[in-house]
Nanobody, 120 residues
Framework: QVQLVQSGGGLVQAGGSLSLSCVAS????????LGWFRQAPGKEREFVAT????????YYHDSVKGRFTISRDNAKNTGYLRMNSLKPEDTAVYYC?????????????WGQGTQVAVSS
């Protein structure tokens, strides 16, 4: 079993930046690909970015390419999402997840979610 605890997020003006963290415990973080997802009010949860267990490949939703950066530090059992040039449409609850593969990430484990709100 893996527990994921998220931190970061908050309220920012459009054009600003935020960072999210996701700390894993319970099993080996490096056994899994890392994913970030988000769910806006009234919408389904969607993929944002994923990264392979060894950081050699990343995948991004088209809407965040060039603005968001996923990263991980396996020594610290921590995943990150750096979000730059934020837009109001990025407003959502963001979730980290650990999955078996990065290309098609269906998380086995989820973080608790953290709110990101971007004002115009």
């Amino acid at each position: 079993q893996v527990q994921l605890v998220q931190s970061g997020g908050g309220l920012v003006q459009a054009g600003g930046s935020l960072s999210l963290s996701c700390v894993a415990s319970g099993r080996t973080f490096s056994d899994y690909a890392l994913g970030w997802f988000r769910q806006a009010p009234g919408k389904e949860r969607e993929f944002v970015a994923t990264m392979t267990w060894n950081s050699d490949a990343t995948y991004y939703h088209d809407s965040v390419k060039g603005r968001f950066t996923i990263s991980r530090d396996n020594a610290k059992n921590t995943g990150y999402l750096r979000m730059n040039s934020l837009k109001p449409e990025d407003t959502a609850v963001y979730y980290c997840g650990l999955c078996d593969g990065a290309r098609t990430c269906v998380p086995n484990y989820w973080g608790q979610g953290t709110q990101v709100a971007v004002s115009s």
